[in-house]
């Protein structure tokens, strides 16, 4: 009872640090519109798109879901050059009489960071996970993304001078909640992910940062478990939504647009790239 009492305790304290970081963080909307450096444009670059066109084969045009489009002048060879009155253009796309759709990557951030730990058996580290994943997730809330815990690790780590030392590996991921119903792509106006993305992990990086800081500034000793400064790393992981994937090689003009998946193909969840399927007879196929 005694040894839980002071787990308990402990944990308490820890969250009560992690939340003054927070509590800076969130202080400072401020440092948070800096953030926007790492907006990726998501804008055409030209309002007007001249395709020549072909009576042979189709021309691959891409066009993006839910926004207004560029305006599409087409043309072919013989037509280009002559004088045309009231032109009547007619699009045929792989629905019918839709054009070919594609769809932002549904990406998300994953994260790692090393934090020197308790004994690994020990129930402080389970109960600063748990306080570590609440502040996180507090922390980008307001920007409607979630914190996932991928996984947590302790390892027993031989240092060349301080000896042997127990380290915890966390590994999580930052992602969007904004789903639209059958978890197809959302309207952009309602969406903004790129920049309440780009917002939270400018937040977390800032939360990490602060924590060496403070800990800097401190006169007290090391607390027994305590964010190891430079380990935080990110990586970018792609996803699309079901029914689209990737495929460079059959569109090598927008290698990166997660594009509907053919007939023959399709893709059940939020993979990168369609599946092969046999029985899959239409445009955007979500089962096999």
């Not at 253009?89 to 994953?110: C, H, K, T, V």
């Not at 730990?117 to 306080?131: G, L, T």
């Amino acid at each position: 009872m005694w040894c839980r009492r002071r787990a308990t305790a402990a944990a308490g304290r820890l969250l009560l640090r992690l939340l003054l970081v927070v509590v800076l963080l969130l202080q400072a909307p401020a440092a948070a519109q800096s953030s926007k450096r790492f907006l990726r444009s998501a804008e055409p670059r030209d309002s007007n798109l001249k395709i020549v066109g072909s009576i042979i084969f189709p021309v691959k045009v891409y066009v993006k879901l839910n926004q207004n489009g560029p305006r599409i002048l087409c043309v072919t060879n013989r037509l280009r050059n002559l004088e045309l009155i009231d032109p009547v253009f007619q699009w045929r796309g792989p629905g019918g009489n839709i054009l070919s759709a594609y769809s932002d990557s549904n990406y998300y951030y994953e994260f790692t960071a090393q934090y020197h730990a308790a004994p690994c058996n020990s129930i402080y580290n389970i109960s600063f996970e748990k306080a570590l994943l609440q502040v996180l997730s507090k922390l980008v809330a307001e920007l409607s993304c979630e914190v996932t815990l991928i996984k947590s690790e302790c390892h027993h780590v031989k240092m060349q001078r301080a000896g042997l030392q127990n380290e915890i590996y966390f590994t999580f991921s930052v992602a969007s909640l904004d789903k639209e119903k059958n978890n197809r792509p959302c309207q952009q106006s309602t969406c903004d992910t790129s920049e309440r993305l780009s917002k939270a992990r400018y937040l977390i990086e800032k939360f990490f940062e602060q924590q060496v800081e403070i800990m800097r500034k401190s006169s007290e000793p090391l607390p027994e478990i305590y964010y190891i400064e430079g380990t935080l790393q990110m990586v970018w992981v792609d996803r699309c939504y079901p029914g689209y994937g990737m495929n460079p090689l059959r569109h090598p003009d927008c290698p990166d647009c997660c594009v509907v998946c053919s007939p023959g193909s399709y893709n059940p969840s939020n993979r990168i790239h369609c599946l092969p399927c046999n029985n899959s007879f239409m445009y955007g196929a979500t089962k096999c």
